[in-house]
């Protein structure tokens, strides 16, 4: 391994970091100067050029901006209000029945539209102010509505593993669709398992309960939003298209059904495209110069080098396991999460999968490791989004989150110890 190149990629990362350039920058100009040790001016411009364009041709990394276009259309059509609604009419009668209802609902929203973005926004929108006037502590309500949030990210449709499938050289995405439905079902439940105890602490009122005529209606109201869940992941299962296919067709539903409930107007239609294409073009960024910083770190052997020293230091697969997630965590405090799967499923897969690990196990793994990252500062998005949202400070959100950041923690570690808990549906699907 050339030292020298190594520190110049680390030093100058993190300095255009400090420094306030954009992340997708740094990891574009760092790994143009770590190349400059080595070769020319123009070439190394060329090189990185070059390697930004191949990374984004792909066929599977098309499904994203679907995706994203599908996710604000649901945002802006009414579907987020319908399943809150039905959300609420389940978990009324509980204690702190808002808490579990902001819960199941960002898990509904994840498991149609796949964007953390959109239920964060979405769920702390509507029920943030319901909550305040409930006399829920405003904090309270935006820590769980930050952490309920990253359930989209594992539950599928999700950017994240699509973008994992591309860094993984090709593990299927529709295995990991498949194994994302238990781990997002185990994060969610302990949230709410969490959001019980806090209710107890706070000594939150119980809502109102809801009929069996109320919760039919309700459900009768979601049920064409919640019909995209089995067109999309039914048809990826039965081999009737591609992820990328079924992408086209979630902005098609999305649209119509949107359209049908009449709270997206044509006239809305540009509004939503300019947005969609703006959050695309982000993503897309840090995906090119990622690939291309991930190019420059396996030039240098950084990868390999990596791999052999943490199989020398021990070959026990829960000692590696703990350290990489170890690493993750610290990762994720710092990075966004595209470019760290980008960069670290390259270095760290080799390793697990050298132990017997499964690849569709490990990408769960890393995935939810890193929505931990979303919900702490310094660059948590989700974290600002949700602030944002409640009106109110970091400073004053991250007591109350502490309980929460525990729970997924605890899901990880059950995640890590229990493979079945991911591998299981793949299995019986035979994805």
Not at 5 to 29: N, T
Not at 144 to 154: A, E, F, M, W
Not at 254 to 271: F, T
């Amino acid at each position: 391994m050339e030292i020298l190149s190594v520190l110049i990629l680390v030093i100058s990362f993190l300095f255009f970091l400090g420094i306030g350039v954009p992340v997708a920058w740094s990891l574009g100009l760092s790994s143009m100067l770590t190349l400059l040790v080595t070769v020319q001016t123009m070439p190394a411009i060329t090189t990185i050029a070059q390697r930004m364009g191949t990374g984004l041709d792909s066929f599977s990394l098309l499904a994203i901006p679907f995706f994203i276009l599908a996710g604000e259309l649901m945002n802006r059509g009414g579907i987020a209000n319908r399943l809150i609604e039905f959300a609420k009419a389940l978990t009324g009668r509980m204690r702190g029945g808002l808490l579990h209802v902001n819960i199941i609902a960002a898990m509904l929203m994840g498991a149609i539209a796949g964007s953390a973005v959109a239920a964060a926004s979405s769920m702390g929108g509507i029920l943030g102010k319901r909550m305040e006037k409930e006399g829920y502590p405003k904090e309270l309500g935006a820590a769980v509505n930050i952490t309920s949030s990253t359930t989209g990210l594992i539950i599928p449709p999700s950017n994240v593993l699509i973008v994992y499938s591309l860094a993984s050289g090709g593990v299927s995405v529709a295995a990991l669709f498949v194994a994302g439905y238990l781990p997002g079902l185990l994060v969610g439940g302990l949230l709410m398992v969490t959001a019980a105890i806090m209710v107890r602490v706070h000594k939150l009122p119980a809502g109102e309960g809801s009929s069996f005529g109320v919760i039919l209606k309700t459900f009768w109201a979601a049920v064409p939003s919640l019909f995209l869940l089995f067109v999309v992941i039914g048809g990826i299962i039965g081999g009737v298209f591609t992820a990328t296919e079924a992408s086209a067709i979630a902005v098609v539903y999305s649209l119509v059904l949107s359209l049908i409930y009449r709270e997206l107007k044509v006239k809305d239609l540009p509004s939503v495209l300019l947005k969609s294409a703006e959050t695309t073009a982000v993503v897309m960024l840090l995906i090119a110069t990622s690939m291309a910083m991930s190019w420059v770190m396996s030039s240098e052997e950084i990868p390999q080098n990596i791999s052999n020293s943490l199989l020398g230091l021990s070959d026990n697969i829960f000692v590696i396991l703990i350290m990489i997630n170890l690493l993750l965590l610290v990762v994720g405090i710092f990075m966004d999460m595209t470019p760290a799967v980008l960069i670290f499923t390259p270095i760290f897969l080799p390793v697990v999968t050298a132990l017997g690990v499964d690849p569709v196990h490990f990408g769960i793994m890393m995935v939810l490791n890193l929505c931990i990252g979303l919900c702490t500062p310094p660059v948590g998005s989700i974290l600002f989004i949700g602030v944002g949202v409640a009106n109110t400070t970091i400073q004053k959100i991250i007591k109350p989150m502490l309980p929460f950041y525990a729970a997924m923690v605890i899901a990880l570690i059950l995640i890590m110890l229990f493979p079945e808990i991911t591998l299981w549906l793949p299995r019986v699907f035979g994805v």
